[in-house]
């Protein structure tokens, strides 16, 4: 197995529950608590911008309405993401990943960037990250980490930026997901916490496939997946877990 080249404990869209998910404002709070490394959802405007939200419609985290993929990125731009969630917030707008990826790599912070595609554009989409990516991260030491259920996005990135790490997402468990794994040259193996066994930890080390769970929020379970040999945790709880003792 490749060195896990990333930090061990990594902030659920920028900052878990305590900020406006995925806005730039979330990055840098999660920074502030200590984390080094942070997940989001990216997808693709109607004009072929990458930005970052997890839903497929506008109305729980943005003043908008309808299918956040039909929004160009200067309406989205103009978008309230941050009302929603507190006061403090009001008028945080919708992240982008290029303004994010700079923010991050300014400050050496490491990104793992979940491909959710709106229906219909998992190909599109997967390639236009990994071309983002691949340039925003062109002359860093550690990529980002591209992540996604759509096998279909992840093999688009693949296609356009092989040397990308990826990782394959799975809320249900598969019994054919290592040799899919195989067969893409997938790097990583992400689950919902309550699929790992201890044995399907071990055939995944056995593999060489590095071991992420989402999302980890109680220590109990944390520290049965430390034990197991995981790579990494993604948590909502940041105030919970101190992530330099991780690392």
């Known amino acids: 197995m490749k060195p896990w080249p990333y930090a061990r404990w990594i ?3 920028g900052a878990g529950l305590q900020a406006p998910e995925n806005t730039l404002a979330a990055f840098k709070l999660g920074a502030h ?17 990458v930005f970052l939200m997890h839903d497929a419609t506008l109305e729980r985290t943005t003043n908008g ?5 039909d929004w160009a990125w200067p309406e989205l731009a103009a978008l309230d993401a941050g009302s929603w969630h ?4 009001a008028g945080e707008p919708v992240g982008r990943l290029r303004d994010v990826a700079r923010w991050l ?3 050496g912070l490491m990104l793992n960037i979940e491909m959710k595609p709106t229906a219909g554009q998992e190909i599109e989409t997967g390639a236009q990250v990994a071309r983002e990516a691949a340039q925003l991260w062109a002359d860093a030491s550690i990529w980002p980490l591209l992540t996604s259920f759509q096998t279909a996005s992840l093999e688009a ?15 249900e468990w598969r019994d054919d997901v290592f040799e899919v794994l195989s067969q893409h040259r997938h790097s990583a193996l992400i689950c919902q916490h309550e699929l790992w066994t201890h044995a399907r930890t071990q055939e995944a080390a056995r593999r060489g496939i590095w071991r992420l769970s989402y999302t ?3 220590p ?3 520290d049965r997946l430390w034990q197991w040999g995981h790579e990494a945790l993604i948590t909502d709880a940041i105030d919970v877990f101190h992530p330099q003792q991780a690392d």
Do not use: W
Request: proline share 6%; glycine share 10%.
């Open 86 to 89: 507190s006061p403090a917030y």
């Open 33 to 49: 608590k200590g984390f080094r490394m942070f997940e989001c959802d990216a997808k693709l405007s109607a004009d072929g911008v």
């Open 216 to 218: 980890v929020n109680d």
């Open 11 to 13: 902030a659920h869209r």
């Open 220 to 222: 109990a379970v944390a």
């Open 157 to 171: 990135a693949a296609r356009i930026a092989p040397h990308l790490p990826r990782g394959l997402l799975l809320s």
């Open 105 to 107: 790599l300014s400050r």
């Open 65 to 69: 309405q309808g299918l956040a993929g």
